[in-house]
């Protein structure tokens, strides 16, 4: 089994770490961590913390070139895959053994399926996407990348979800609607109509709240 570094000491990152534990494709060397300097050289979730992304010249010459990236937060998330990139290393997916994939969904690259997930035929799945515990993404969804779909949530077919949006705790998303980039829908919303890029989108129904002032 080849090496791979865990990017973020986090309650995701625990998350990401029992998927990759579960499927035994790679060996876990450990975690990286910016925020939490404090712990390099303690141990999280039982693998040591290595560092931040100052080592990660030093993991590549040591032959680790498998990574990826386990923060909540989508343009966090982005920022540090590229990083990765950048610096050599190839991003892994997670999708633990209980999630239910269908057999043409293919996630990309460092995108995490969490533990009970339902993906279902023609679904496409962007890089760095996070589909999170117990979440249905009906028929012929597409998920952009960076968007996080969080636990509970469930789109129904021909949803488009937009390029770091953010689908809160047990949502629900009608068929065919669009929600734009960047935007976030509130946990527990039912969403019946299109919601803006931008945009933030709350209640039952769901409707997009003014912006308030500076």
Partial sequence: MEKI?????????????????????????????????????????????????????DLRKNGIRWAIVAVGEGKIRLDIAGILVKAGFLLATAIHPSACLARDVLPGAGSVVAPGAILNPGS??????????????????????????????CLAGGVQVGRLAWVGLGSRVIQNVRIGEDAV??????????????????????????????
């Fill in 124 to 153: 496409r799945i962007g890089e760095n996407v996070i589909i999170n515990s117990g979440a249905i993404v009906e028929h012929d969804c597409v998920i952009g990348e960076g968007a996080h779909i969080c636990p509970g949530v």
């Fill in 185 to 214: 829908i509130g946990a527990g919303a039912v969403v019946l109509n299109d919601i803006p890029a931008g945009a933030t989108a709350v209640g039952i129904p769901a409707r997009v709240q003014p912006i308030k002032a500076p």
């Fill in 5 to 57: 570094v865990i990017y973020g000491a986090s309650g995701h990152g625990k998350v990401v770490c029992e998927a990759l534990r579960e499927v035994g494709k790679y060996e876990i060397a450990g975690f990286l961590d910016d925020r939490n300097t404090a712990s390099n050289g303690e141990f999280f979730n039982g693998f040591p913390v290595l560092g931040g992304g100052e080592i990660l010249p």
